[in-house]
Structures are given as C-alpha cells and as structure tokens.
C-alpha cells in the first residue's frame, strides 16, 4: 500500500510504502494482516525502513490506533530496521492511524480491532480496587464466622450442664413430706438443723 505526495520541498517524489503481509493462524482459525514493514521514499530511493511491531488485524477487520510512532513515548510501534541505518534519523509518527489492506468492501474501514492494550492503566486500578475490596469483605466475613463460634462458646460455658455436680450432701436440704397421723409435716433431709411439724 502505497501513499504518493509528490514533491514537498527539498524531497523529490516522497512515497510512503506500507508492506503488508497476511497469514493463517490455527489458533484463531483466520486470516490475519500485519504491516510488516514501513518505508519512505523519495528522490527514487529507499531512504528509511521501518519493522512494525504489533500491528495487525483479522483479515476481514482494519486496525486502529491513535498513535503509530517509532518514538518511546508512543509506544514505539515502528522501530529503526537496522542500528546503521540512517532510519533512526527519522521519526514517524502517524496519528489517529487505522489501516486496512484486504477485504475492502465499498471503500469503507471494516470493524476495526483497536491497539489499546487490555490492560490500561484505568483497567489495572480497577482490577485492583477491586481485590482491595474482596479482601476487606474476606476479612468480615471471617469476623463475622468467628463471633458466631464465640456465642457458641459461651453459651456451652453458661449451661448448667457445664457446672460440676454439687455435693450430696448439699444437696440434702430439700424438703421431703412426711406422713404423721394424719397431719402432713416437712422435714429437711439434714438432720444437723431440725424438725418442723405442721
């Protein structure tokens, strides 16, 4: 794919050439399309090569992104094909970029698949608020079990069951009815205090 600007001051012919190759992937069970190399021509030379890196697309997609650069704050998508070429001289940059080289129906773009990366720094934050409040309601709900078994425990303490057995001898102050001519008379089981008739 190529885009002609003709002459622009002192650059004669200036060509901006987009090498764009296709190839099946089995795991995606499609066609891709990746700009394999960007060139720019002028004065009927080659006079800069770029390798691009992560730009492609299904087949039937286009490819989109705001910035296509060879400089780092982009992102770096166009690197310089060789240390000695005069290539890194140059920086490209192209912005609000989107390319698509097969498929193309009615002279329109196709759905396009976006360079942004998956994980952003807005989806990174999220993701991480978000485990911040998993743990937090974790730890409440482990708190909230906890108290549950100290109730428990406490209520286990408080039963009578619980208690060591009196003596028998302690216990031997109830009151036992007595039959005695007829009048009903109580007497305490402990002989050591004394007797009451009625």
Known sequence: LSLKF?????????VIRF?????????SVQNWFSLHRLQLLYNNSIQATFNATRVCAPASYSYHCEHVSSLQRYNALLIPSSANDISKLWEVTFTDFQIQ???????????????????????????????????????????????KSLDRHYE????????????????????????????????LRNQQFCKIYI
């Open 6 to 14: 003709g002459d622009i001051g002192d650059l004669k012919g200036l």
């Open 19 to 27: 090498l764009l190759t296709t190839s099946y992937y089995q795991l």
């Open 101 to 147: 080289g097969f498929n193309i129906q009615e002279g329109h773009f196709a759905y396009a698949k976006d360079c942004a990366s998956f994980f952003s720094p807005a989806i990174l934050m999220g993701l991480v608020m978000s485990l911040i409040l998993l743990l937090v309601l974790a730890y409440a709900l482990h708190m909230l079990i906890h108290l």
């Open 156 to 187: 286990f303490k408080a039963s009578p069951a619980h208690f060591a057995q009196m003596k028998d001898n302690d216990m031997e102050d109830e009151k036992e009815p007595l039959r005695n001519s007829g009048n009903e008379s109580y007497e």
